[in-house]
């Protein structure tokens, strides 16, 4: 009886066909707050790698628009190439970062889940708006979990702000106070400034949805771990019983000897 107890306890690692069966049915370890984080960190990064070609064509762009305005006659024609030629301005300086957060969003979820497209998972489900369910998962030990991460993300990012706009009023790097009064300066500055705090941001946003993401991987392996009977049963499907692969050898085997003897 104890020993029958021991073979049905969960404590064997989950195979490979258990992995594959609940990643098929969409049973994955995915943080989307990581996927979240590495997008914003991207997409920052990226403002800041092009803020100076941003600039650069943005100024150009108001440039030409304006002097178009004082020397053209407005009327319906030329509003619409006027917005035309803003529209496909904006599409230049910002195409480049939206492809580079697309890139990394695809990256960092195929990183944790492999590529896996479930049409399931856009199909219309009446549960996910059932009002009693979502009472019960908010008020779960997962809703409470995640209560408190999603504190300890605001916290983060206030503290990283407070820090970094505190630097830019006062301390040896502030704007404020330097004798600069050219705008442009001051503007330019202040805005790299406030990149590099989001990027900051995003960083420490990354760490802690790091963190999100192996304590769902762990649960994840809990919830897939096997007792020693089902890995005997998966290990009998995908191979056949034991008992018989084994009466087959030595029936092999004995006809082997008697055509030797032969």
Known sequence: ???????????????????????????TALSRDLVGSAVM???????????ATMYALLST???????????????????ILLLEDAIKTVIVF?????LITFVVAVLSTWLQVGFQIR?????????????????RKIFSHEGFGRLAFGFLKISAVILVLVHGVRGMVVGPEAI??????????IVSTAGSRLVWIFIKISGVLLLISAGDWAHKRWQYRQSLMMSRTEVEDENREAHGDPLLRRRRRDLHEKLLVKREER
């Open 1 to 27: 009886m104890s020993e029958r107890i021991h073979h049905d306890e969960r404590t064997e690692a989950p195979t490979a066909r258990r992995l594959e069966r609940a990643r098929i049915e969409g049973r």
């Open 41 to 51: 960190l991207a997409g920052f990064g990226g403002i800041l790698f092009f803020c």
């Open 61 to 79: 762009t108001v440039k030409v628009i304006l002097g178009n305005l004082s020397s053209v006659k407005l009327d319906g024609s030329t509003a």
């Open 94 to 98: 910002s195409g480049p970062i939206l």
């Open 119 to 135: 049409l399931a998972e856009i199909a219309p489900d009446l549960g996910r708006i059932d009002p009693f369910r979502n009472m």
């Open 176 to 185: 404020v106070g330097t004798g600069i009064s050219d705008p442009a300066i």
